[in-house]
């Protein structure tokens, strides 16, 4: 209301003001009550306010990026800002050369998937190696420890001050991503193409899971599911497509692009981040 007033001013005139006014002839009253009467006939219309009070920042706008491989799964309410805690993830430029073959096939027998939080069609990509690499592996992607959930301004200092409580000293591990598999969001808008965490740092991980699900239950939050499976995610496609994805998935490795049995890549745990609206915030870092 004030940046209202501030940019209207203020319709309220003060004495001071009409004692400066000249004095008026009786021809120029007529005239004046005449203009007078007619403004009253007529409404009077405000300039528009300036476009930056109209346009104000919304704390969730990141969960709907480009076409949405990030689909908001509650409804935007004013004042509250999506949470979301996860486990930063590099893939080593030794990795790259080779996954970067394989999204290449799957691009092949798989038409309109989308590179995750980019948004960038796949194929777009494929025509360019150094592009592949670098827009689609090359960039953080996340393991999530918690669901994505709306949290109010209150709650803020106390999730970020439990979170650090809980994962200080962080304890030093390997996660391996050994295996290829399909999620499907909870809508069935989206699935996903993903490297999942089923044998090193599997433990590790399922711990620091269950570490935010008791801080979430204390703020009254939504947990996580009750089977996690830590992951990655690569690539999306709108719909179910789980069953086509997964069978692409299988002829393709069956090819020879890289083995099923073998792991995908090995990276060092780096720490732990959070994020609430567009801001993000350290946790804990992981040992060198």
């Known amino acids: 209301?004030?940046?209202?007033?501030?940019?209207?001013?203020?319709?309220?005139?003060?004495?001071?003001?009409?004692?400066?006014?000249?004095?008026?002839s009786p021809t120029s009253l007529h005239n004046l009550n005449s203009e007078e009467?007619?403004?009253?006939?007529?409404?009077?219309?405000l300039p528009p306010p300036p476009l930056a009070l109209l346009n104000s920042p919304n704390p969730l706008d990141y969960m709907e990026i480009g076409q949405g491989s990030r689909v908001r799964n509650f409804p935007h309410i004013e004042g509250n800002y999506a949470l979301h805690v996860f486990i930063p993830v590099y893939i080593p430029p030794t990795t790259m050369k080779n996954l970067a073959l394989f999204l290449k096939r799957i691009a092949k027998v798989v038409p309109d998937l989308h590179v995750v939080d980019v948004d960038i069609p796949l194929s777009n990509l494929c025509k360019d190696n150094q592009k592949l690499e670098q827009v689609a592996l090359g960039r953080e992607f996340h393991i999530s420890l918690g669901r994505t959930v709306p949290v109010?301004?209150?709650?803020?200092?106390?999730?970020?001050?439990?979170?650090?409580?809980k994962f200080s000293p962080p304890k030093?591990?390997?996660i391996d991503f050994s295996k290829w598999e399909v999620f499907v969001n909870d809508e069935q808008t989206r699935s996903f193409l993903a490297m999942e965490v089923v044998a090193g740092g599997l433990a590790?991980?399922?711990?620091?899971?269950?570490?935010?699900?008791?801080?979430y239950r204390f703020h009254n939050l939504p947990e996580f599911y009750k089977d996690p499976c830590p992951h990655i995610s690569l690539l999306w496609a709108s719909g179910n497509v789980s069953d086509l994805l997964k069978r692409r998935v299988t002829e393709v490795l069956s090819a020879g692009t890289?083995?099923?049995?073998?792991?995908?890549?090995?990276?060092?745990?780096?720490?732990?981040k959070c994020r609430i609206g567009h801001k993000q915030?350290?946790?804990?870092?992981?040992?060198?």
């Open 1 to 24: 209301m004030e940046a209202l007033i501030a940019s209207y001013g203020d319709d309220s005139s003060t004495s001071s003001d009409r004692d400066i006014s000249p004095p008026t």
């Open 37 to 45: 009467s007619q403004a009253k006939s007529e409404p009077v219309r």
């Open 152 to 165: 109010r301004v209150h709650q803020i200092d106390s999730i970020l001050t439990m979170l650090r409580q």
């Open 172 to 174: 030093q591990y390997w």
């Open 204 to 215: 590790e991980v399922t711990r620091q899971i269950q570490s935010v699900n008791e801080i």
């Open 258 to 272: 890289m083995s099923q049995s073998k792991r995908i890549f090995t990276c060092k745990f780096k720490g732990i």
């Open 281 to 288: 915030y350290k946790i804990c870092n992981g040992k060198p």
